[in-house]
C-alpha cells in the first residue's frame, strides 16, 4: 500500500461507510479497511433461494430520521415498510400470552401484565423523560441528564420486569439494572408508532451507501500510529498507509487495541465500553405459523421466565414475511441459557423443543434450521457511560483520529449512522473541507 489518503476509515460498518460518504462529499479522499470480505458489518442480509436471512440492523421506526434521509437520498424511501404487527408483543405469564404494546406509551398502561402501583411507578419515571425531547434522535448524550441511575430504578419490580422482557433484555441483551436510564429515556421517543424493513433486507441500505467508496476487504488494520504531519495505519502482514487523518469505525474493544495511546478520557470509554450477544435459530416451517396474544395478532412473543420445558428460550419473532412460501420464526435464546456454552445442534434442538412446546402447531413442520451468534449484539451503555461519551467528544485530537460506531452515539442503526455522521463533520471541519 503505497498510497497516502486524506482520510482511513478503518471498518466497512454502516458507521464506516457513513463516515467516508460523507468525508468523499467533501470533496476528501478516502479509503476504508475492513477486515471481512463484505461491506456492513452487523448489517447482512443473507439471500438464499426462497429465503431472506437478516442478520442485524433490521428494524427502524419513524424517529430513525438519518437513516430515512439516506434511504431516501438513495432511491429507497419506498422499501421502508411497516411490519404487520409493529411492536405488539405476548408476553408469556403463568402459562398464558398477555398482549402488550412495547411501542407506545399507553402500552404498558393498557396491559393486563402490570397492577395499579406498578402503572403509577412507571408514570413517575417516564413522564420526565417523555416531556424532556432528545436534540438528536441518534445520539445519547442528548438525553445525558438522565444518565445518573439505571433503567430499572423507581420502578417496580414487575414494571422493570416488564421492561426488561420487552425493550431490554430482549433487544439489549442485558437486563434494565445494567442499562443506562438515558437508553430509556431516549428509547421512549425512538421505539413509537410503526416498526419498519427495508423490503429485500437492510443490506440494500448498505450496498447503496458503500457505492462509489473505495473498500478494501480482507484488511485487517494492526494499529495506527499518529506521527507529526499524519497517522501511519499498520496492517496485518506487515503492510502500513499513511492518511492524514483515521477513523476508527469499528466496535469498541477493536478501536481500544489499536490505539492503546489514545487520550485518557477516549481510552477509559473504549475500554469500558461491552457489546452484549445474541444466540439465535431460523426454524423455516411448512405453513406459515401465525402469533397471538389474547385474541390479537402479535409480531414477537417474548417469555421472561424459564416456564418452557428447555429453559432455553427468549423470545420468537414472526419471520414470515422473509419467505416466499411457508413460514419462518427467528427463536431467540434467553440469556440465563448461556447459548455461547451449547453445539450449534444443540442449541437448535432445544429451542425447536420449547417453541413445540409454546406451539405444537408446529410440531413435524420444521424443514430447515439455521443457526446466528452475533457478538459483538449491541453495546451496553450503563449507567455513567453516557456523560463519559460526552467528555471523550471533547478530548478527541481533531482532525488526527477520531472514532464511529454505535457505542459513539446510541446503540442501533441510527446511533451508528450518526456516529458517522459526526467523525466526519469534525474530521471534514479540522481539514477544512
Ligand atoms: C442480530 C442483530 C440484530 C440487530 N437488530 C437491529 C435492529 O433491528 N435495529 C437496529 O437499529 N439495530 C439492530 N442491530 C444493531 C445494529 O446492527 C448495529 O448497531 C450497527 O450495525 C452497528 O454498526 P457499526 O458500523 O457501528 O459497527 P459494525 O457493523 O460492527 O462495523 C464494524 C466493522 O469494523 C470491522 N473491523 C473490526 N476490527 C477491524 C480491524 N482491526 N481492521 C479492519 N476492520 C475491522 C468489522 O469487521 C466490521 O465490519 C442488530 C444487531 C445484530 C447483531
Given at each position: 500500500?503505497?498510497?497516502?489518503p486524506?482520510?482511513a476509515?478503518?471498518g466497512?460498518?454502516?458507521?464506516g461507510?457513513?463516515?467516508?460518504r460523507?468525508l468523499?462529499r467533501?470533496?476528501l479522499d478516502?479509503?476504508v479497511l475492513?477486515?471481512?470480505?463484505h ?10 433461494p ?8 433490521i428494524f427502524?421506526?419513524?424517529a ?6 439516506l434511504?431516501a437520498?438513495?432511491?429507497l ?9 409493529g411492536f405488539h408483543a ?7 400470552f398477555?398482549h402488550a ?6 402500552g404498558?398502561?393498557?396491559t ?10 412507571l ?5 420526565p423523560m417523555?416531556l424532556a425531547?432528545?436534540a438528536d434522535?441518534g445520539?445519547?448524550t442528548?438525553m445525558r441528564r438522565f ?5 430499572a430504578?423507581?420502578?417496580?419490580a414487575?414494571t422493570a420486569g416488564?421492561?426488561t422482557a420487552?425493550?431490554h433484555?430482549f433487544l439489549w441483551?442485558?437486563p434494565?439494572?445494567e ?5 430509556f429515556?431516549l428509547?421512549l421517543?425512538?421505539f413509537t408508532?410503526?416498526?419498519r424493513?427495508v423490503s429485500?433486507?437492510i443490506g440494500?441500505?448498505v450496498?447503496?451507501v458503500?457505492g462509489g467508496t ?5 484488511t485487517?488494520?494492526s494499529?495506527?500510529r499518529?506521527?507529526?504531519d499524519?497517522?501511519?495505519v ?7 498507509l499513511?492518511?492524514r487523518s483515521v ?8 478501536a ?5 495511546d ?10 469500558a465500553m461491552?457489546?452484549s450477544?445474541?444466540d439465535?435459530?431460523y426454524?423455516?416451517t411448512?405453513?406459515?405459523?401465525e402469533l397471538?396474544?389474547e385474541?390479537r395478532?402479535v409480531g ?7 416456564e418452557?420445558?428447555?429453559r432455553?428460550?427468549?423470545g420468537i419473532?414472526?419471520a414470515?414475511?422473509w419467505?416466499d412460501d ?8 434467553a440469556?440465563?441459557?448461556?447459548a455461547?456454552d451449547?453445539g450449534d445442534?444443540e442449541?437448535?434442538?432445544r429451542l425447536?423443543?420449547?417453541?413445540e ?6 410440531v413435524?413442520e420444521?424443514?430447515?434450521?439455521v443457526v446466528m451468534?452475533h457478538?459483538?449484539?449491541t ?6 457511560s453516557v456523560?463519559?461519551?460526552?467528555e471523550?467528544?471533547?478530548h478527541?485530537?481533531?482532525?488526527r483520529?477520531?472514532?464511529?460506531g454505535?457505542h459513539?452515539s446510541?446503540?442501533?442503526?441510527e446511533?451508528?449512522?450518526r456516529?458517522?455522521?459526526h467523525?466526519?463533520a ?6 477544512r473541507?
Open positions: 500500500m503505497d498510497d497516502t486524506d482520510v476509515v478503518v466497512a460498518g454502516i458507521a461507510l457513513t463516515a467516508a460523507e468523499r467533501r470533496g478516502v479509503v475492513e477486515r471481512d470480505d461491506s456492513g458489518g452487523r448489517i447482512r442480509s443473507e439471500h438464499r426462497g429465503v431472506l436471512l437478516e442478520h442485524g440492523g427502524h421506526t419513524h430513525y430520521t438519518s437513516m430515512r434521509r434511504l437520498e438513495h432511491g424511501a419506498e422499501a421502508a415498510r411497516p411490519t404487520a404487527t405476548g408476553v408469556l405469564r403463568d402459562g398464558v398477555r404494546d412495547l411501542g407506545s406509551v399507553t404498558p398502561l393498557l393486563r401484565l402490570l397492577g395499579v402501583r406498578d402503572k403509577a411507578s408514570l413517575r419515571v417516564a413522564g417523555l425531547r432528545p434522535l445520539d445519547l442528548s444518565d445518573t441511575r439505571s433503567a430504578a423507581g420502578l417496580s414487575a416488564y421492561l420487552g425493550p433484555e441483551g442485558v434494565s439494572t442499562l443506562s436510564a438515558a437508553v429515556a428509547q421517543h425512538v408508532g410503526e416498526l424493513e429485500g433486507g440494500r441500505l450496498a447503496a458503500a473505495d473498500v478494501r476487504h480482507g485487517v488494520v494499529a495506527i499518529p506521527e507529526p499524519g497517522v501511519r499498520e496492517v496485518e502482514g506487515g503492510d502500513a499513511r492518511a477513523v476508527l469505525a469499528c466496535p469498541a474493544d477493536a481500544a487495541g489499536l490505539w492503546p489514545a487520550p485518557a478520557p477516549v481510552r477509559a470509554h473504549v475500554r461491552d457489546h450477544r445474541i439465535y435459530v426454524l423455516r411448512r405453513r406459515p405459523v397471538h396474544a385474541g395478532p414477537m412473543e417474548v417469555i421472561t421466565s424459564p418452557v420445558g428447555g432455553t428460550i427468549g419473532y414472526g414470515n414475511a419467505v411457508g413460514g419462518m420464526l427467528l427463536v431467540t435464546a440469556r440465563a441459557a448461556r455461547e451449547l445442534d442449541l437448535a434442538d425447536q423443543a420449547d417453541v412446546k409454546l406451539h405444537p402447531e408446529v413435524g420444521v424443514t430447515d434450521r451468534r457478538q459483538p449484539y453495546p451496553t451503555f450503563r449507567p455513567g456523560r463519559r461519551l460526552a471523550v467528544r471533547r478527541l485530537p481533531a482532525g483520529v477520531d472514532l464511529a454505535d459513539m446510541a446503540p442501533w442503526v446511533g451508528a449512522i456516529s458517522g455522521e467523525a466526519a469534525r474530521v471534514g471541519a479540522a481539514l473541507r
